[in-house]
Nanobody, 120 residues
Framework: VQLQAFGGGLVQAGGSLRLSCAASGGTFSRLVMAWFRQGPGKEREFVAAISWSGASTFYGDPVKGRFTISRDNAKKAVYLQMDSLKPEDTANYYC??????????????WGQGTLVTVSS
């Protein structure tokens, strides 16, 4: 499975941004999809995950109520809608895939990062 994330950019605090992750190869509809991020000088952090059907989602505490993960199995894509962005959301954002939903970094497949910068 190959994953490619895009949609990052520069946004002011309080603004919104939508990230996308396109998958190829494998059976996308069977995969749990997740987003992680890694800010400057920080460890990789869990952001959100979504089940293969989209029926179940869960989020890391720092983004609850502000970010929304969704997926389109027909398009083999997963999205991260980010609202009310804060400077501390600045990070490289990575999409990941596996068969099991977890908040740890134990995902088998990873895409390259897309940089999100939130200015104050």
């Amino acid at each position: 499975v190959q994953l490619q994330a895009f949609g990052g950019g520069l946004v002011q605090a309080g603004g919104s941004l939508r990230l996308s992750c396109a998958a190829s190869g494998g059976t996308f509809s069977r995969l749990v999809m997740a987003w992680f991020r890694q800010g400057p000088g920080k460890e990789r952090e869990f952001v959100a995950a979504i089940s293969w059907s989209g029926a179940s989602t869960f989020y890391g505490d720092p983004v609850k109520g502000r970010f929304t993960i969704s997926r389109d199995n027909a398009k083999k894509a997963v999205y991260l809608q980010m609202d009310s962005l804060k400077p501390e959301d600045t990070a490289n954002y990575y999409c990941a895939a596996d068969l099991i939903m977890t908040s740890t970094s134990d995902y088998e497949y990873w895409g390259q990062g897309t940089l999100v910068t939130v200015s104050s």
